[in-house]
Structure formats: structure tokens, C-alpha cells
Nanobody, 124 residues
């Protein structure tokens, strides 16, 4: 059974940091591109970041570039998202997702597996 389980969300003040984790099981994690996608209240899905299967190339949406860092530990089957300098507009449910495609795609409908999401709230 494929599982993606996110953790690490919570309430943080503007300017603060959080590190999200996504534990994967049930598929060959090292062969998949991995992604973070978020959904703010009342809005659609927004692609945040992606990393290739070998974890040596990372990509970011303009809205988070320079503040967020994605990483992938293929030995532990865990995906991470380090979020710094958080802003109120980063408030959303954050999902990790996996794709069999061997290239970057920000089309979230092409992702094969999804986690249940973790809530991040940035507020004073």
C-alpha cells in the first residue's frame, strides 16, 4: 500500500520557520520525482516545489524561491520542505506528492500519489 504521510505543520509567526516532512512507503521512492503542493483557504492547488528522483535538482515557484528549500533522503524515504521567512500568505494545507514522470511537471493532475496534507498557519 502506498503511503505519504506529512508532518511538521503548525502555527508560526511571520518571519518564522517550519520544516515539513513527508514519509513515503509502498513504492520505490528513489525512482520518483517528489513535489510539495499547497492549498490556501478558498483557493485551488498551488505548485510549490519539486525535486528530481536523484535529489540533485530542485525547483521552486517564484512565490517561495529563496525562502523554501526542498530535499529528499532516498535512504530514509523522506521528503522535506524547510520553510524560512514565512509570510501570512504562506498559510495553507501543504501536500507532498509523487510522480513517475522523469521530468519536472507543475501540472498537479499528473502526480500519482498524494499525502493527506499538513496545515501551516502563519499569523501573529
Amino acid at each position: 500500500e502506498v503511503q505519504l504521510v506529512e508532518s511538521g505543520g503548525g502555527l508560526v509567526q511571520p518571519g518564522g520557520s517550519l520544516k515539513l516532512s513527508c514519509a513515503a512507503s509502498g513504492f520505490t521512492f528513489g525512482s520518483y520525482w517528489m513535489y510539495w503542493v499547497r492549498q490556501a483557504p478558498g483557493k485551488g492547488l498551488e505548485w510549490v516545489s519539486g525535486i528530481n528522483s536523484g535529489s540533485d535538482n530542485a525547483y521552486y515557484a517564484d512565490s517561495v524561491r529563496g525562502r523554501f528549500t526542498i530535499s529528499k533522503d532516498n535512504a530514509k524515504n523522506i521528503l522535506y520542505l524547510q520553510m524560512n521567512s514565512l509570510k501570512p500568505e504562506d498559510t495553507a494545507v501543504y501536500y507532498c506528492a509523487a510522480s513517475r514522470l522523469s521530468y519536472l511537471t507543475i501540472n498537479t493532475t499528473r502526480y500519482n500519489y498524494w499525502g493527506q496534507g499538513t496545515q501551516v498557519t502563519v499569523s501573529s
